[in-house]
């Protein structure tokens, strides 16, 4: 492995891909698939998709990159765009932008916090994002499904209604986060219909080669490469991808930034997509999850990654 390895456009990915998906199999076994989603808890966990696309055009893969998974936590990066989108710099008054420092699904800071919770990538500040879509569009559901679709160029990316279905049975925590903001007066719009835009975007079923895609605008300054489409300013792109990297991965934000050095999201369904400003989007899909709800094996592939590349913000 050389580690002062200098970032070129000639870089082997295919060689780089087939190394890490060797060093990181090991740890298919060591993480625990997501239970408390039940529509999630038989996702095998050996399955592992990792895809690369750059700026330039290409795009380089290894495994299961052609199988759909849950992308979870992931959309929140989708729902936060469109609503930046909307309301500009008013979001920061409902929303903060903070790392957590706690899981996830955390109630405990909100109380003490009054109801604004630290960052739009954590639970319940996904649920303010959701409320704030509900205020400005008839139908959120619609347009968030409608800009993954735009951004990953597949249009036949979908909700997946059981894994919507078991949420909404068994998401009590979201449902206590959204009722603890609607005390605190920082939801506006029924319960329900909040809990519903977010059980649907957190169900989006979609492979790695599309997440990567559909992260593509981030990784170019707020204009999806394939068509030139713009999204959102240079300086709100900037904006997300330093959330992304403070905050992207809960309670391990830190540690993901120490040891992987990009931008990134994951979500309980073993997905992590992370973008190099400038340069390349890369997602990784292994379901078993370490500690703090993130995949083991993703983290290590992007560790691997960035180590062997060259390549990172730093
Ligand atoms: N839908 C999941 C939840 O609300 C998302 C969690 C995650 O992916 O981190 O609990």
Known sequence: MNENKIATDDMNYDKILREIYKEVSPLFNQGKVVQYIPALSAVPASKFGMAVC?????????????????????????????????????????????????PFNSLVQLEYERGIPRNPLI????????????????????????????TSGNSDIQ????????EKITGHRNMALAHMMCSFRNIYNPVDDVLDVYFHHCGISMNSIDLARSFMYLANHGVIPQSNEYIISNSRAKRINALLLTCGLYDESGDFAFRV?????????????????????????????????????GIQALELFTTKTGMSVF
């Open 54 to 102: 750059t700026l330039d055009g290409d795009v380089y893969t290894i495994g299961d990159t052609d199988e759909r998974f849950s992308i979870q936590s992931i959309s929140k990066v989708y729902a936060l765009t469109l609503a930046f989108k909307m309301v500009g710099e008013d979001m920061w008054k409902r929303v903060g932008k903070e790392p957590s420092g706690n």
């Open 123 to 150: 639970n319940a500040g996904s649920l303010v994002i959701a409320d704030i879509l509900l205020s400005q569009i008839p139908d959120p559901k619609h347009e968030i499904l409608k800009f993954v679709r735009k």
């Open 159 to 166: 909700y997946d209604n059981a894994v919507i279905a078991s």
């Open 261 to 297: 050095g990009l931008p990134g999201k994951s979500g309980v369904g073993g997905g992590i997509v992370a973008v190099l400003p400038g340069k390349l989007s890369v997602a990784v899909w292994s379901p078993a999850l370490g500690p703090s709800g993130n995949s083991l094996a």
